[in-house]
């Protein structure tokens, strides 16, 4: 039973445009939440993570959002560049969990169009 | 050069036979993991392991084994292969500086298909 779900398989996007990925989670103990990006032949590569303590976390085009009550997150993506064409997965973790092993989404198939 | 590799990056192989995946890393991590891809399934552990004499199962180990020859390699077994282990395995590392700060680093993956 996945406990991270990531429900869009795909998402096309025009340059410039805002990306928007969703996750959704369903173990209350997750308080730590990653994505991650994938290009063909490469393994995956961190790009932005988020605890429980914060709602907003930005890195430059990148800011990830976390609504707890929701068990929800989203990564949006602004403006859109054709490099941003890759899968994006969403993962989390519990701190509680002193392995600290990640829980893996589906993954999101974006493709950003001229 | 990579940080983490993995050998082979493609392989094809027949029912029933023993393969070997072999991850490496230079970053000093200690802890090690394998996982396996499959379409609409996301990424799912295989192994962990904290240290040379630390390996724990994760949720998919069955038909599966390991070994940790030292700190920087990790190796994946498929003592038996079957067509349903055909999928793109990772090794990865991390090393965790805080109570946040997990991030896992990943090999390239290998393609494995199993006939």
């Known amino acids: 039973d996945q406990q991270v779900k990531q429900n869009s398989p795909s998402l096309s996007v025009q340059e410039g445009r805002i990306s928007i990925l969703n996750c959704d989670y369903t173990n209350s103990m997750f308080d730590y939440f990653l994505w991650y990006k994938k290009y063909p032949a490469e393994g995956p590569t961190f790009l932005i993570s988020i605890s429980s303590i914060k709602d907003k976390n930005e890195d430059g085009r990148f800011t990830v959002f976390l609504n707890k009550s929701a068990k929800h997150l989203s990564l949006h993506i602004v403006p859109s560049q054709p490099g941003d064409s890759a899968v994006y997965f969403c993962?989390?973790?519990?701190?509680?969990?002193?392995?600290?092993?990640?829980?893996f989404g589906a993954g999101t198939q974006v493709v950003v169009t001229p | 050069d990579a940080d983490v590799t993995q050998t082979p990056r493609n392989r094809i192989t027949k029912t029933g036979k023993r393969i070997m995946l072999e991850c490496s890393q230079t970053k000093g991590h200690d802890r090690m993991y394998w996982y396996r891809q499959d379409p609409g399934l996301g990424l799912r552990l295989i192994y962990y392991?904290?240290?040379?004499?630390?390996?724990n199962k994760g949720e998919i180990s069955d038909g599966y084994s390991v070994s940790r020859q030292a700190q920087a390699k990790f190796s994946l077994s498929l003592e038996s292969a079957i067509p349903n282990q055909t999928a793109l395995y990772f090794c990865?590392?991390?090393?965790?500086?805080?109570?946040?700060?997990?991030?896992?680093?990943f090999g390239p993956g290998t393609r494995l298909t199993v006939l």
């Open positions: 392991s904290f240290d040379v004499k630390d390996i």
């Open positions: 993962a989390a973790s519990a701190s509680t969990d002193s392995w600290g092993k990640l829980q």
């Open positions: 990865a590392t991390s090393d965790p500086a805080g109570a946040y700060t997990d991030t896992q680093y």
